[in-house]
């Protein structure tokens, strides 16, 4: 497991930022990589930042001087790390096609694997690869065109930020619910094609099984004089690229990179979307923690596309359906709403004429935040199964 180490790094939540403390937590972030935002510095909320042991004083201080109160959330994070470790489990069970289950996490070969055996189970379903990561995997979509020719589409990515492993754990929860209980809504495979991308980062992804728990970028060569690797993939989409919210600094969490689509997955994922025909009438795109319902745009505050309205409504009844199930909280907002942030998959999808496009934030609110236990998938499905279903029957309203 990951060899890199966050002993004595703890989770820091300051109190609600003032303009001036997030200004200032702000510019920090995008001029010091020595401290990760967990949650962003957003004035009139509180920022989650993983502190490392020899700068946790001086952090402190420095809030404290700006009248900002400071509680721990997390009192070890290496702790954590190591208690959340996934049981390496790769066998499959007796009579499954599969050893994807939702009571661990697993990583992008068993995500394939997955995804291969509902298409190979079910004639309506298939594999496309849509080409390889940076160090050589395989980036490959679940196809269910039981639907057929002319049928609306919906495009499903998750695990675009690799450190966010309930986001893949959570959509594969639900792929599979749409798939194997077809006979309690037909309509869902009868009357929409659906293409979903478990690993938009696989490189990533792997990397935080076997090296670094919170690596959240790609592992491309980005040439950095430091040695530092990768791009923040949900900032290197070709819309507004580099406008707000992004770093130009190659070891910044948010180097958004040298150009839009620098990344080979991101073009992986854009060159398939757009073979896509009709322009699909969903995008989502699963991320994680926070509990947050966003719809676009990111790239700018009062940037709406023409049809907000009906976006944001249906963001609302989708947060109030997940609700339902276990009592979750959801915020339905716009993405700029909570920060401005350009170059994301999610207004890329809009800007080409996506009808609805949601980014979910997956649990939790902090208090495990990217590490989140294993016991948290199954309930975490449950209640996106309900908000998903809000979602899938507008979809169907519309058709004929």
């Given at each position: 497991?990951?060899?890199?180490?966050?002993?004595?790094?703890?989770?820091?939540?300051?109190?609600?930022?003032?303009?001036?403390?997030?200004?200032?937590?702000?510019?920090?972030?995008?001029?010091?990589?020595?401290?990760?935002?967990?949650?962003?510095?957003?004035?009139?909320?509180?920022?989650?930042?993983?502190?490392?042991?020899?700068?946790?004083?001086s952090l402190?201080?420095?809030?404290?001087?700006?009248?900002?109160?400071?509680?721990?959330?997390?009192?070890?994070?290496?702790?954590?790390?190591?208690?959340?470790?996934?049981?390496?489990?790769?066998?499959?069970?007796?009579?499954?096609?599969?050893?994807?289950?939702?009571?661990?996490?697993?990583?992008?070969?068993?995500l394939?694997?997955?995804?291969?055996?509902?298409?190979?189970?079910?004639?309506?379903?298939?594999?496309?690869?849509?080409?390889?990561?940076?160090?050589?995997?395989?980036?490959k979509?679940?196809?269910?065109?039981k639907?057929?020719?002319g049928a609306?589409?919906?495009?499903l990515?998750?695990?675009?930020?690799?450190?966010?492993?309930?986001?893949?754990?959570?959509a594969?929860?639900?792929?599979?619910?749409?798939?194997?209980?077809?006979?309690?809504?037909?309509?869902?495979?009868?009357?929409?094609?659906?293409?979903?991308?478990?690993?938009?980062?696989?490189?990533?992804y792997?990397?935080?099984f076997?090296?670094d728990?919170?690596w959240?970028?790609?592992?491309?060569?980005?040439?950095?004089?430091?040695?530092?690797?990768?791009?923040?993939?949900?900032?290197?989409?070709?819309?507004?690229?580099?406008?707000?919210?992004?770093?130009?600094?190659?070891?910044?969490?948010?180097?958004?990179?040298?150009?839009?689509?620098?990344?080979?997955?991101m073009?992986?994922?854009?060159d398939?979307?757009?073979?896509?025909?009709?322009?699909?009438?969903l995008?989502?795109?699963?991320?994680?923690y926070?509990?947050l319902?966003?719809?676009?745009y990111?790239y700018?505050?009062?940037?709406?596309?023409?049809n907000?309205?009906?976006?944001?409504?249906?963001?609302?009844?989708a947060?109030?359906?997940?609700?339902?199930?276990?009592?979750?909280?959801?915020?339905?907002?716009?993405?700029?709403?909570?920060?401005?942030?350009?170059?994301?998959?999610?207004?890329?999808?809009?800007?080409?004429g996506?009808?609805?496009?949601?980014?979910?934030?997956?649990r939790?609110?902090?208090?495990y935040?990217?590490?989140?236990?294993?016991?948290?998938?199954?309930?975490?499905?449950?209640?996106?199964?309900?908000?998903?279903?809000?979602v899938?029957?507008?979809?169907?309203?519309?058709?004929?």
């Amino acid at each position: 497991m990951a060899k890199t180490s966050y002993d004595g790094y703890q989770v820091l939540r300051t109190s609600a930022l003032t303009a001036e403390a997030s200004a200032m937590l702000r510019e920090l972030q995008l001029t010091t990589n020595s401290i990760d935002f967990w949650a962003e510095p957003i004035t009139g909320r509180s920022a989650d930042i993983n502190t490392p042991p020899e700068l946790l004083a001086s952090l402190k201080e420095m809030l404290a001087s700006k009248g900002v109160e400071v509680s721990t959330m997390i009192e070890d994070v290496e702790k954590l790390i190591q208690e959340t470790r996934p049981v390496a489990k790769t066998a499959k069970s007796e009579g499954k096609r599969y050893a994807m289950d939702w009571d661990d996490y697993y990583d992008h070969d068993t995500l394939n694997e997955f995804i291969e055996a509902l298409a190979d189970a079910n004639d309506f379903a298939s594999i496309i690869p849509i080409g390889q990561s940076y160090e050589g995997r395989e980036m490959k979509v679940l196809a269910i065109t039981k639907a057929g020719p002319g049928a609306p589409n919906v495009f499903l990515e998750s695990g675009i930020h690799a450190r966010e492993w309930i986001s893949p754990a959570v959509a594969t929860y639900v792929v599979r619910q749409l798939v194997e209980d077809y006979a309690d809504h037909p309509d869902y495979l009868d009357k929409i094609n659906w293409y979903f991308l478990p690993s938009a980062n696989p490189d990533g992804y792997t990397y935080t099984f076997t090296d670094d728990r919170l690596w959240r970028k790609t592992r491309s060569d980005t040439g950095s004089a430091a040695g530092c690797k990768g791009v923040d993939p949900n900032r290197n989409w070709g819309f507004h690229f580099g406008e707000t919210g992004v770093s130009f600094d190659k070891c910044s969490e948010v180097y958004c990179g040298e150009e839009a689509f620098s990344e080979v997955e991101m073009q992986n994922i854009r060159d398939f979307v757009l073979t896509l025909d009709p322009v699909p009438v969903l995008g989502w795109c699963f991320h994680s923690y926070s509990q947050l319902w966003l719809w676009p745009y990111g790239y700018d505050y009062g940037a709406y596309p023409e049809n907000y309205k009906e976006i944001q409504q249906l963001a609302i009844d989708a947060s109030d359906a997940l609700y339902a199930v276990h009592g979750t909280v959801f915020d339905p907002i716009n993405s700029a709403d909570l920060y401005p942030a350009a170059g994301a998959s999610d207004d890329w999808y809009k800007s080409i004429g996506m009808r609805f496009v949601f980014t979910t934030e997956l649990r939790d609110t902090g208090r495990y935040g990217f590490v989140l236990p294993k016991d948290q998938i199954i309930p975490s499905g449950e209640e996106m199964w309900a908000g998903f279903t809000t979602v899938v029957n507008k979809v169907l309203e519309d058709v004929q």
